[in-house]
């Protein structure tokens, strides 16, 4: 496409110098330019722009065409290609340039659809391990889980205070994966087995009075009911039973 241009732009040139060489066409400078300024904007235009405006297109055709009619008729005038034949030319250069701007276009829409495929690949890797993620993350909840079952049936202070802990390791998890729900479950269970190592706690199981118990054991018991205080638990029960063991804020 761009050599039949390229083409029409050396006939042209060559027949301004043939028509410079014309007598009477000497002083048509005019003629000349006319013809140039026609000529100079297909050889660096848009082709596909001009694909997109075939009316415009042709009617600039028509008008190099129409031009060099004009200079047919300078006497003297050799070499140059005629009008007929530019009409032909014109048609292939249409052509041509239709087919070329149809598989510019092809192979834009086969390039974004490649990055389509590739941006929902990329998605779909992604999501896998994501997936991948959370099943092992789950998992390891679950064992977590285990664990704080078995720790519960074996009961004790000790243990029910581990079985919180496992708990908190287990709503951390959780939350890294954006489970809120699951999180605040464990948390919620994390509370519970904290209140419930309270209870169990010796001090409190205690039937001797206050006075002849451990006043450190009454302070640790208070300072662990403010903590789980602090922590949104309820202390309800457990304030009741300090109170009724004399352990007073």
């Known amino acids: 496409m761009k050599n039949i241009l ?3 732009v050396g006939v042209f040139s060559f027949c301004i110098l043939a028509t410079s060489a014309a007598a009477n066409c000497k002083s048509d ?9 026609k000529i100079n904007p297909l050889k660096s235009g848009d082709f596909c722009a001009l694909v997109d405006h075939q009316a415009v297109m042709a009617a600039l055709m028509e008008e190099i065409i129409a031009v060099t009619q004009r200079l047919e008729a300078c006497p ?8 007929s034949e530019l009409r032909s030319y014109r048609d292939r250069f249409a052509d041509d340039a239709k087919a070329a701007c149809q598989a510019k276009r092809d192979n834009a829409d086969m ?24 099943a092992s993350t789950y998992n390891q909840v679950s064992a977590k889980v285990n664990t704080v ?7 004790g202070v000790d243990n029910l205070r581990a079985a919180a802990a496992l708990e908190r390791e287990a709503a951390g998890l959780l939350r890294s994966i954006g489970d809120e729900a699951g999180q605040k479950m464990a948390l919620n269970r994390a509370l519970d ?3 419930r190592a309270s209870l169990a706690s010796p001090a409190l199981t205690s039937t001797a009075k206050p006075q002849k118990r451990s006043a450190e054991a009454c302070v640790q018991a208070l300072d662990h009911m403010k903590k789980l205080q602090a922590s ?6 457990l304030n009741q039973k300090l109170t009724a063991l004399g352990c007073s804020h």
């Open 76 to 83: 003297g005038f050799y070499g140059y290609t005629p009008s």
């Open 6 to 8: 390229y083409g029409f």
């Open 232 to 237: 949104g638990a309820d202390t309800t029960e």
């Open 149 to 155: 079952d078995a720790l519960e049936r074996m009961g």
């Open 111 to 134: 390039q974004a659809a490649l990055k389509d495929l590739e941006t929902e690949a990329a998605k779909q890797k992604k999501e896998a391990q994501e997936a991948q993620q959370n």
């Open 29 to 37: 400078s005019a003629l000349q330019n006319e013809l140039s300024s």
């Open 193 to 195: 087995f904290d209140r």
